[in-house]
């Protein structure tokens, strides 16, 4: 039983344009949101976070959004470079954790090409 | 050291044989994580130690897995006897309490034969 969920295993977009990488959660108690890149024959690499509290949190090129009502959030690359072809994982910490990121639920990923 | 230490990188063995996977965390760091990532399961954390002491075992398979954790600079995750379903990329991460994020290592490819 997934309690975040990536249901996109592939998104293709070209240079220059957004990419939009989207994950569920099942739980609606879920306080904090984390994503991570992963490049291949690497380990995971935490890219941004969000609280419960905000609905958007931005750094750069990536921003994140969270929509709790729909229990939705979104990470969106603009402009999208080939750099950023990796596969993005959302992850949430148990409730209650105080923002804490041990035992974190992963989703599967989503993985992103970005085209020249 | 700045990075966490995964070794070997690849491993392919045979059904029965033992197998054991090697880490060595980012120095100051207190807590450490295994996690494994196959296809079907995606990223699933098999154990965490804080202070090298076990505190969450509940993601571990079964009994064929156990990891030991005999200092704070230095892990291991044994598989004995292994089998073709244990074939995943395992993952080593460490933090402290201070981050809101984990380091991962590059990971160990085992592939059982």
């Known amino acids: 039983d997934q309690q975040v969920k990536q249901n996109s295993p592939s998104l293709s977009v070209q240079e220059g344009r957004i990419s939009i990488l989207n994950c569920d959660y099942t739980?609606?108690?879920?306080?904090?949101f984390l994503w991570y890149k992963k490049y291949p024959a690497e380990g995971p690499t935490f890219l941004i976070s969000?609280?419960?509290?905000?609905d958007k949190n931005e750094d750069g090129r990536f921003t994140v959004f969270l929509n709790k009502s729909a229990k939705h959030l979104s990470l969106h690359i603009v402009p999208s470079q080939p750099g950023d072809s990796a596969v993005y994982f959302c992850?949430?910490?148990?409730?209650?954790?105080?923002?804490?990121?041990?035992?974190?639920?992963f989703g599967k990923g989503t993985l992103l090409t970005v085209n020249p | 050291d700045a990075r966490v230490t995964q070794t070997p990188r690849h491993k392919v063995t045979e059904m029965g044989q033992e197998v054991t996977l090697r880490c060595k965390p980012i120095?100051?760091?207190?807590?450490l994580f295994w996690y494994r990532q196959t296809m079907m399961r995606g990223l699933e954390l098999l154990i965490y130690?804080?202070?090298?002491?076990?505190?969450?075992d509940s993601g571990m398979p079964e009994d064929r897995f156990s990891a030991k954790m005999p200092n704070a600079s230095f892990s291991t995750l044994k598989i004995q006897p292994s089998e073709p379903r244990d074939s995943a990329v395992y993952f080593c991460?460490?933090?402290?309490?201070?981050?809101?994020?984990?380091?991962f290592g590059s990971g160990t490819q085992l592939s059982v034969l």
């Open positions: 991460a460490s933090t402290d309490r201070t981050n809101e994020k984990l380091f």
């Open positions: 739980n609606s108690m879920f306080d904090y």
């Open positions: 969000i609280s419960s509290i905000k």
């Open positions: 992850a949430a910490p148990p409730i209650n954790s105080g923002g804490s990121n041990y035992k974190l639920t």
């Open positions: 120095s100051g760091h207190d807590y």
């Open positions: 130690f804080n202070n090298n002491v076990p505190i969450d």
